[in-house]
């Protein structure tokens, strides 16, 4: 096991070491396969492709879940779909489509809470020939996953009238706290960022800041600094070079997060981990664009990511950074991009660009 672990910290590497089907270096890792909805099946695939061309072995225990599979199940995400994850440890999974306002409940947010995914790790940096008009970003959102009004806690108090509760603990609030400490600790990080409304919610997020601070004195070699949420994104798009790691609830996680993947190029190349005590599921965050589903058009860049986020917790680093510096060789030569990175390349054109340049 590498002594850095780009995705988890050391609480979960007994998680990740465990993945491995076998005693040997070289035997095969079991991966739960996760295609999903839409455009899901074709980047999963075209990873898969990459992965495989690394000259590593694996497993692939492929399972459906998303909204194809409710007619049959009852539900988007089956018990066999979350027994694998739990049986493998490790899942690689695609986009999964949440209706809006009704339908079924959300598999991505089940996911999460059946196999206890309590961490969200999203990294987000310039990449080489997306152009965007901000430059030297490298930066970490960690976001809790557990709680907040996430929970789904909701009800009718009285007609046009609905309340939902947020939920922030003293446990949850600790633990992430101290997965960006330990996260930014082992990845050699300086800073951490924790990000609130404290100003408003006295009593909640006050409570998230309290767990922050006590963590932090724990690490007196990370700075540690404190952002209103609003500011903070206002902060995002005038200097984001100020931000190293940042740690916050889930709600303000799921829109910073998207913020920060904007300031590189979108959510169709930033990668994703979603990590438990048990179970670690690397996934892509954009959605499943049924408009492009089946055409060739899909890019494949964010589960790749997500896959190379995999290899480093798995110790696999050269093949990771030869993964990765393909990815960079294919964007730098603009040539085999895909439509929505402004080239033209269909998801196979790319696939064999990149797969030529790991060779």
């Known amino acids: 096991m590498a002594?850095?672990?780009?995705?988890?910290?050391?609480?979960?590497?007994?998680?990740?070491?465990?993945a491995?089907?076998?005693?040997?270096?070289?035997?095969?890792?079991?991966?739960?396969?996760i295609p999903g909805d839409g455009i899901g099946p074709e980047v999963i695939d075209a990873t898969v492709r990459i992965l495989e061309a690394t000259g590593l072995r694996f497993t692939w225990d492929t399972q459906e879940a998303g909204a194809n599979v409710v007619p049959r199940y009852g539900t988007a995400l089956p018990d066999e779909v979350v027994n694998a994850v739990i049986k493998n440890r490790l899942a690689?999974?695609?986009?999964?489509?949440?209706?809006?306002?009704?339908?079924?409940?959300?598999?991505?947010?089940?996911?999460?809470?059946?196999?206890?995914?309590?961490?969200?790790?999203?990294p987000a940096r310039n990449l080489p020939g997306i152009?965007?008009?901000?430059?030297?970003?490298?930066?970490?959102?960690?976001?809790?996953?557990?709680?907040d009004l996430y929970s789904g806690i909701e009800h009718v108090v009285v007609p046009g009238v609905v309340e939902s509760l947020k939920i922030i603990t003293e446990v949850a609030s600790t633990r992430i706290a101290r997965h960006a400490f330990?996260?930014?600790?082992?990845?050699?990080?300086?800073?951490?960022?924790?990000?609130?409304?404290?100003?408003?919610?006295?009593?909640?997020?006050?409570?998230?800041?309290?767990?922050?601070?006590?963590?932090?004195?724990?690490?007196?070699?990370?700075?540690?600094?404190?952002?209103?949420?609003?500011?903070?994104?206002?902060?995002?798009?005038?200097?984001p070079q100020q931000f190293d790691v940042m740690v916050m609830e889930n709600l303000?996680?799921?829109?910073?997060?998207?913020?920060?993947?904007?300031?590189?190029?979108?959510?169709?190349?930033?990668?994703?981990?979603?990590?438990?005590?048990?179970?670690?599921?690397?996934?892509?965050?954009h959605g499943s664009a049924p408009d492009i589903a089946g055409k060739g058009l899909a890019n494949p860049t964010a589960v790749l990511f997500s896959s190379v986020m995999m290899l480093r917790d798995l110790g696999e680093?050269?093949?990771?950074?030869?993964?990765?510096?393909?990815?960079?060789?294919?964007?730098?030569?603009?040539?085999?991009?895909?439509?929505?990175?402004?080239?033209?390349a269909t998801t196979a054109e790319f696939v064999k660009a990149v797969i030529g340049a790991m060779r």
């Not at 829109?255 to 892509?284: F, K, M, P």
């Open 131 to 147: 152009v965007t008009p901000f430059k030297d970003i490298d930066i970490i959102v960690v976001r809790e996953n557990s709680e």
């Open 317 to 344: 680093t050269e093949a990771a950074n030869r993964v990765e510096n393909a990815v960079f060789e294919v964007f730098q030569e603009h040539k085999y991009i895909t439509r929505d990175l402004g080239g033209t």
């Open 252 to 285: 303000y996680g799921d829109i910073v997060s998207d913020l920060v993947s904007g300031l590189v190029g979108g959510l169709g190349v930033t990668g994703s981990a979603n990590i438990g005590a048990d179970a670690v599921v690397y996934e892509a965050v």
């Open 182 to 239: 330990e996260y930014a600790r082992l990845n050699g990080r300086k800073k951490v960022t924790g990000v609130h409304k404290a100003n408003i919610m006295k009593l909640s997020d006050g409570l998230f800041l309290e767990c922050c601070r006590k963590v932090g004195r724990e690490y007196p070699e990370i700075e540690y600094t404190e952002m209103i949420v609003d500011n903070c994104c206002m902060q995002l798009v005038t200097k």
């Open 3 to 18: 002594a850095e672990m780009q995705g988890v910290s050391k609480i979960e590497a007994g998680t990740i070491a465990a």
């Open 92 to 122: 690689l999974k695609g986009p999964i489509a949440t209706p809006v306002g009704g339908g079924f409940v959300s598999a991505n947010v089940s996911l999460r809470k059946r196999l206890g995914l309590y961490a969200n790790v999203r």
């Open 20 to 33: 491995r089907t076998g005693t040997v270096e070289k035997d095969p890792y079991t991966v739960t396969l």
